[in-house]
C-alpha cells in the first residue's frame, strides 16, 4: 500500500495514522467542519472536509469519503471503528472504485451486522447462544415471546452495538413501553428499529476474542479479553487476559470463536463476543464485529502485535505471517476509556473546551488520544476522548500502573470520567471479585459521587495562580484593579490579601491568600496553612505545604480557574462577594427552567402548558452524541410555557420548558 486514507475522526484515526507513518504508508484523513483543526488533521499528510458537522452529511456519506480518497490518490480506506466501520456499502464501493477496504468481505459484514442473522448463523455451526427470540418484529409476537422466554429480559436492536437500542424488562407490564424506547434508539442510532427479545443471564462476564482470518483460509485467535465492566451497557474498563477464567472456559471460547470465523469465510480482523453466566458456568455467543475494537491496545500489548497493520497486511491479500501455536500471553494489560461525561450525573454527556491537558507517562504505559489542548469536544459525535493502558507482569502490577497513570493525567475544561475510573481501579471490588456486567451497580449502589470538596492544596493553587496571573497582567495591585470577581473583605490587612470565592458544581469554597514573594498563608474556613509557592514553565506551579511539594498546572481566563495534577481536573468559576451576597439575600424561587444540556433533536415533549408534574417527572426527549435523553422536572409544579417543538433541532442551554410553582410550593415557599 502507498496511500492509506483513513474513513473517521479522534484517537482511532490518530492510532491507524501512528501506524502508517512507522510503516512508510502516505496518509489521508476524511474531517467535518467541525474538525477543521482536530488532532488527526493536524497528523495526516493530507486532510479532506467531506461536509458539516453532522455525521450524517460528513463520516457517514460514502459518496463523500470515495471522492475525498480518489482526490488523495489512496488505494486503501481504513474505516476504523464506528460510522462505517460495519459498512458493506462501503465495502461494495470501495471494490467498484478500485480502493482495498481495510476490512472484511462485504457479505461477512451483511451476515454479522444484524444481530438476528448472526444468531441463526451460529446456531447452525453449533455455537451455543442466549435462549431468544430472533425473527418476528410483530409486538404481540414479541410479547408472547418474551412471556415464553420468562423475564428478566432484554429488548435489544439488531444493528449496532455499544448498548444502544438495549433495555433490560424485569415485568411484562413494562414490556410495550420499554420496547418503544429500544426502536426509538436503534433508529436514531443505526437507522434501523429491528430488535430481538434475550434471556437476561444475571450474572454475566462479557467476554471477547480476538481473532484474524485472511484471503488465503487461515483464522487463528488472539487470545481474550474482558470486558464486563460497563455502564449503560458500553464498556469502560477492559483487559487481556480475562482473569478468575479457567482454561477449560479459556478453551472453549477459543474453538468457538474460530468455529464462528471460520462458518462465514473471515478475511480480517474481528471480535467474537461470548457471555459467560458465573451461575452456570455456560457461554453463549452474543455478536461478531467485523472491525478493528476500541481495546485493542490491550490485545496488543499481551501478544506483542500490532492489530493495525496486521489489518493492512490482510486488505492487501497476504497471509497471516504465524502460526497459531507461534503467539503467547506475556503480562497483562487493562485499558481505561476516558470520556467527556458525568459520571455522579448517570455519566451525562459533557462538551465544551479541553483547556489543559497532559499525557501521562511511564513503564508500560500507553495514551491513544484524539484531542489535544485547544481541542473542542463538540456535542456532534462520541463522548469518548482518549484511551489510557497499561501493562504489567500480572494482573496487580498493571492495575497500579493504569491507575497511577489516570492520576498523573491532565485533561481540564470540559468534565471528564478520570476521577471516576480512578476510583473503580482502587476499589477491592476490582481487585478481589469475579468481573460481571453488575459491578458497578454492586460496587456503587448508590450511584459514584463526586469528592464533597476539592483539596485545601488545590485551592490554595487555584488562588495562586490568579494572583500570579493578575499582577502579571496588571503589574502591582492596586485597590481598583482589586476589585471584581476578586476584592479586599478586611480593611485592617495589607493590600497583599485576596480573598475569594470559588464555585464548582454549585458549590461555593471561600479561600484567603496573604502574602507575597512567594511565601504565604493560605485561609479555608478555619484552617490555616503556610504554603511556599513558584510559578515554572509550561503553565505550571509548584506548592510547598505541609512538608509536601505538590505541582499543578493552571490556566486562568476572565471568569475561571482551570487547575489539574494530582489525580484533580477542576473547574472554577469567579464568584464577587457582593454577587454571592446579593444571591444570599435573595427570596427563594420556586419556579425552574429546564436547559437544553447541549445541542439535540428534540423528538418528544411529554407535557403541555398548564399540566402539574412531580419531581423526576419527563418533560422533554432528546436524541444528542448518538444517545436519547429524557429530560425530567426538578421540582413539583406547573408547565408555564414550553419554547421548543418536537422535530427541531435546538442549541445548547436553551429554554425548553418553564415550570411555575404548583398549589403545593406556593404554599410551602408562603410559610
Known amino acids: 500500500m502507498k496511500c492509506v486514507f483513513v474513513a473517521n475522526r479522534g484517537e482511532i484515526a490518530v492510532r491507524v495514522l501512528k501506524t502508517c507513518k512507522r510503516l512508510g504508508i502516505r496518509t489521508a484523513v476524511a474531517y467535518s467542519e467541525a474538525d477543521a483543526d482536530a488532532l488527526h488533521v493536524r497528523l495526516a499528510d493530507k486532510a479532506y472536509c467531506i461536509g458539516p458537522k453532522e455525521a450524517a452529511a460528513s463520516y457517514l456519506n460514502i459518496d463523500a469519503i470515495l471522492e475525498a480518497a480518489k482526490r488523495a490518490g489512496a488505494d486503501a480506506i481504513h474505516p476504523g471503528y464506528g460510522f462505517l466501520a460495519e459498512s458493506a456499502a462501503l465495502a461494495k464501493a470501495c471494490a467498484k472504485a478500485g480502493i482495498a477496504f481495510v476490512g472484511p468481505k462485504p457479505d461477512a459484514i451483511?451476515?454479522?451486522?444484524?444481530?438476528?442473522?448472526?444468531?441463526?448463523?451460529?446456531?447452525?455451526?453449533?455455537?451455543?447462544?442466549?435462549?431468544?427470540?430472533?425473527?418476528?418484529?410483530?409486538?404481540?409476537?414479541?410479547?408472547?415471546?418474551?412471556?415464553?422466554?420468562?423475564?428478566?429480559?432484554f429488548i435489544k436492536a439488531s444493528a449496532g452495538g455499544g448498548g444502544k437500542g438495549m433495555r433490560l424488562v424485569e415485568d411484562a407490564k413494562d414490556f410495550s413501553e420499554t420496547l418503544a424506547q429500544a426502536r426509538q434508539e436503534a433508529k436514531a442510532a443505526f437507522g434501523d428499529e429491528a430488535v430481538m427479545v434475550e434471556k437476561a443471564i444475571l450474572k454475566p462476564r462479557h467476554i471477547e476474542v480476538q481473532i484474524a482470518g485472511d484471503k488465503h483460509g487461515n483464522v487463528v485467535h488472539l487470545f481474550e479479553r474482558e470486558c464486563s465492566i460497563q455502564r449503560r451497557h458500553q464498556k469502560i474498563i477492559e483487559e487481556a487476559p480475562a482473569g478468575f477464567l479457567d482454561t477449560k472456559t479459556r478453551d472453549f471460547l477459543f474453538e468457538n470463536a474460530v468455529l464462528m470465523a471460520k462458518a462465514i469465510g473471515y478475511d480480517s480482523l474481528g471480535t467474537i463476543e461470548f457471555l459467560y453466566d458465573e451461575d452456570?458456568?455456560?457461554?453463549?455467543?452474543?455478536?461478531?464485529?467485523?472491525?478493528?475494537?476500541?481495546?485493542?491496545?490491550?490485545?496488543?500489548?499481551?501478544?506483542?502485535?500490532?492489530?493495525?497493520?496486521?489489518q493492512l497486511l490482510i486488505a492487501a491479500g497476504e497471509p497471516i505471517p504465524f502460526a497459531q501455536d507461534a503467539i503467547a500471553v506475556s503480562g497483562w494489560a487493562i485499558e481505561a476509556r476516558v470520556n467527556a461525561e458525568a459520571p455522579a450525573d448517570n455519566f451525562?454527556?459533557?462538551?465544551?473546551?479541553?483547556?489543559?491537558?497532559?499525557?501521562?507517562?511511564?513503564?508500560?504505559?500507553?495514551?491513544?488520544?484524539?484531542?489535544?489542548?485547544?481541542?473542542?469536544?463538540?456535542?456532534?459525535?462520541?463522548?469518548?476522548?482518549?484511551?489510557?493502558?497499561?501493562?504489567?507482569?500480572?494482573?496487580?502490577?498493571?492495575?497500579?500502573?493504569?491507575g497511577a497513570a489516570l492520576n498523573d493525567y491532565v485533561l481540564a475544561g470540559v468534565a471528564t470520567n478520570l476521577a471516576f475510573l480512578g476510583d473503580v481501579l482502587a476499589h477491592p471490588n476490582f481487585s478481589e471479585r469475579v468481573l460481571t456486567t453488575r459491578f458497578l451497580d454492586e460496587t456503587f449502589p448508590e450511584g459514584w459521587q463526586?469528592?464533597?470538596?476539592?483539596?485545601?492544596?488545590?485551592?490554595?493553587?487555584?488562588?495562586?495562580?490568579?494572583?500570579?496571573?493578575?499582577?502579571?497582567?496588571?503589574?502591582?495591585?492596586?485597590?481598583?484593579?482589586?476589585?471584581?470577581?476578586?476584592?479586599?473583605?478586611?480593611?485592617?490587612v495589607s493590600a497583599g490579601v485576596t480573598h475569594l470565592r470559588l464555585l464548582?458544581?454549585?458549590?461555593?469554597?471561600?479561600?484567603?491568600?496573604?502574602?507575597?514573594?512567594?511565601?504565604?498563608?493560605?485561609?479555608?474556613?478555619?484552617?490555616?496553612?503556610?504554603?511556599?509557592?513558584?510559578?515554572?514553565?509550561?503553565?505550571?506551579?509548584?506548592?510547598?505545604?505541609?512538608?509536601?511539594?505538590?505541582?499543578?498546572?493552571?490556566?486562568?481566563?476572565?471568569?475561571?480557574?482551570?487547575?489539574?495534577?494530582?489525580?484533580?481536573?477542576?473547574?472554577?468559576?469567579l464568584e464577587s462577594h457582593l454577587a454571592a451576597e446579593q444571591s444570599a439575600n435573595a427570596p427563594q424561587k420556586t419556579h425552574h427552567t429546564l436547559y437544553a444540556p447541549m445541542p439535540g433533536l428534540v423528538t418528544e415533549i411529554a407535557v403541555g402548558k398548564g399540566d402539574t408534574v412531580k419531581m423526576g417527572d419527563v418533560l422533554v426527549v432528546m436524541e444528542a452524541m448518538k444517545l436519547v435523553h429524557h429530560l425530567v422536572a426538578e421540582s413539583d409544579g406547573i408547565v408555564e410555557s414550553i419554547h421548543c417543538e418536537q422535530g427541531a433541532t435546538v442549541p445548547h442551554k436553551s429554554i425548553l420548558v418553564e415550570i411555575g410553582p404548583g398549589e403545593a410550593a406556593e404554599e410551602k415557599a408562603a410559610n
Open 110 to 153: 451483511l451476515k454479522m451486522g444484524s444481530k438476528i442473522e448472526s444468531k441463526k448463523i451460529a446456531e447452525k455451526a453449533g455455537v451455543p447462544i442466549v435462549p431468544g427470540h430472533y425473527d418476528s418484529q410483530d409486538e404481540k409476537t414479541l410479547l408472547k415471546e418474551a412471556k415464553r422466554i420468562g423475564f428478566p429480559l
Open 348 to 402: 451525562r454527556p459533557e462538551i465544551g473546551p479541553v483547556l489543559l491537558y497532559g499525557e501521562p507517562g511511564g513503564e508500560g504505559v500507553r495514551v491513544d488520544s484524539g484531542i489535544a489542548a485547544g481541542s473542542e469536544v463538540t456535542p456532534w459525535y462520541d463522548s469518548m476522548l482518549a484511551k489510557v493502558i497499561a501493562h504489567g507482569k500480572d494482573r496487580e502490577e498493571a492495575r497500579r500502573r493504569l
Open 504 to 573: 464548582r458544581q454549585g458549590e461555593a469554597e471561600e479561600v484567603k491568600l496573604a502574602g507575597q514573594d512567594g511565601d504565604y498563608r493560605v485561609t479555608q474556613g478555619d484552617a490555616i496553612f503556610d504554603v511556599r509557592a513558584e510559578r515554572a514553565a509550561d503553565d505550571r506551579i509548584r506548592l510547598w505545604m505541609d512538608a509536601e511539594r505538590h505541582e499543578f498546572r493552571a490556566v486562568v481566563t476572565d471568569a475561571e480557574i482551570v487547575i489539574a495534577g494530582e489525580g484533580q481536573n477542576m473547574v472554577f468559576t
Open 280 to 310: 452456570t458456568g455456560e457461554s453463549y455467543f452474543l455478536e461478531m464485529n467485523t472491525r478493528l475494537q476500541v481495546e485493542h491496545p490491550v490485545t496488543e500489548f499481551v501478544t506483542g502485535l500490532d492489530l493495525v497493520e496486521l
Open 450 to 492: 463526586e469528592p464533597p470538596a476539592p483539596k485545601a492544596v488545590v485551592l490554595a493553587g487555584a488562588a495562586y495562580a490568579l494572583h500570579m496571573e493578575r499582577n502579571a497582567a496588571s503589574g502591582p495591585v492596586s485597590p481598583w484593579q482589586s476589585l471584581g470577581p476578586w476584592r479586599l473583605l478586611d480593611q485592617s
